[in-house]
């Protein structure tokens, strides 16, 4: 049994990875290990999707989790590009040294890739990112308003906002009293007081070590090129066809004022849109199947569900708007 689930896991991570072919991304600085895939042959290629990351160490796929989405966007026409990170598999440099305007350049490298080696016209390029790349995506599509759709999962509006929404919600799940929500809130704001003056790594361990986790020395750093992050202006003047699918039981993110302000700033006269899926997690994956630890069982039911691991409705409604295009 053991050793059939392994053959059949090991079909699955292949099959894909088969077709695709190894590209290397030159942002000027380092060059990505991109994975191009096209699309299937009898198909008539409508264009590319590029795949832009959220946060952590995550390789093209994901660890798997892209690969649904994928088969989705190959059945309707769309060839895929997507890269390891920086210091991920066989791309140089370390993803924990990027500000977000860096990760805007990769994306901006690959769009140039596209276009000159595999043809591709601007207008037959979309993205969809994921989480964290909601502060990576607006601004790129405001350089390119040409690109043919842009598609956010899981985003955020404000880096500082969004570290507090997360702070408390892990508070409120351990039950803690309101003094102690209270406290972190107030070691919240003076942390990123502190941050204000650009302290070292020396200064931010000391006045902060007694007050809140600390963070390790890159991520420290990570942090530092990032928590001004803000993407309200940016989405509020796209130009693209544009769908942004939030959970509703997104425990990261405050995805009830997200979905308030995009009501807002999205033109469905433009085909901008806007949903909000219920009994669906931070990722759109199922809730509460998929609302525990991220270890190696979340991964393997993961790819063992394939597109059944996604909350009801996100591959569907990815498929209408592609196809309306």
Do not use: C
């Not at 990351?53 to 390789?59: A, E, F, K, T």
């Not at 985003?155 to 972190?184: G, H």
């Amino acid at each position: 049994m053991v050793s059939k689930l392994m053959l059949f896991l090991i079909a699955v991570v292949v099959s894909l990875s088969s077709k695709a072919e190894k590209v290397w991304i030159d942002t000027g600085h380092s060059k990505l290990a991109g994975h191009y895939i096209p699309t299937q042959s009898d198909l008539k290629s409508k264009g590319v999707a590029i795949f832009v990351h959220g946060d952590g160490p995550l390789n093209f796929d994901a660890e798997g989790y892209y690969r649904p989405i994928w088969e989705l966007f190959l059945d309707n026409g769309y060839a895929i590009l997507s890269w390891d990170k920086p210091g991920v598999g066989n791309s140089e440099g370390d993803w924990q040294f990027q500000s977000m305007k860096d990760r805007q350049v990769n994306v901006e490298s690959a769009i140039s890739l596209l276009r000159h080696q595999y043809g591709f016209t601007i207008d037959q390029i979309g993205i969809i990112g994921f989480s964290q790349a909601g502060w990576v995506i607006p601004q790129v599509a405001n350089k390119h308003k040409r690109l043919r759709f842009i598609i956010g999962v899981g985003i955020a509006l404000n880096w500082k906002e969004q570290s507090w929404y997360l702070t408390r919600t892990q508070l409120e799940q351990e039950k803690a009293s309101i003094s102690k929500i209270r406290r972190s809130y107030q070691n919240h704001i003076s942390e990123f007081k502190l941050l204000e003056e650009k302290p070292s790594y020396e200064r931010y361990l000391r006045e902060t070590s007694q007050k809140s986790e600390v963070v390790s020395e890159k991520r420290y750093h990570f942090l530092l090129r990032n928590y001004k992050s803000d993407s309200r202006q940016p989405l509020s003047v796209l130009s693209q066809p544009t769908l942004v699918l939030l959970g509703q039981k997104d425990r990261n993110t405050d995805v009830a004022k997200t979905y308030r302000h995009l009501k807002k700033v999205l033109n469905p006269a433009r085909k901008q849109e806007v949903f909000l899926l219920k009994d669906a997690t931070h990722g759109l994956l199922k809730y509460p199947e998929f609302d525990g630890e991220i270890n190696f069982l979340f991964w393997l039911r993961l790819i063992l569900l394939e597109d059944e691991a996604f909350a009801d409705g996100f591959l569907d409604t990815i498929e209408r708007f592609i196809n309306t295009l």
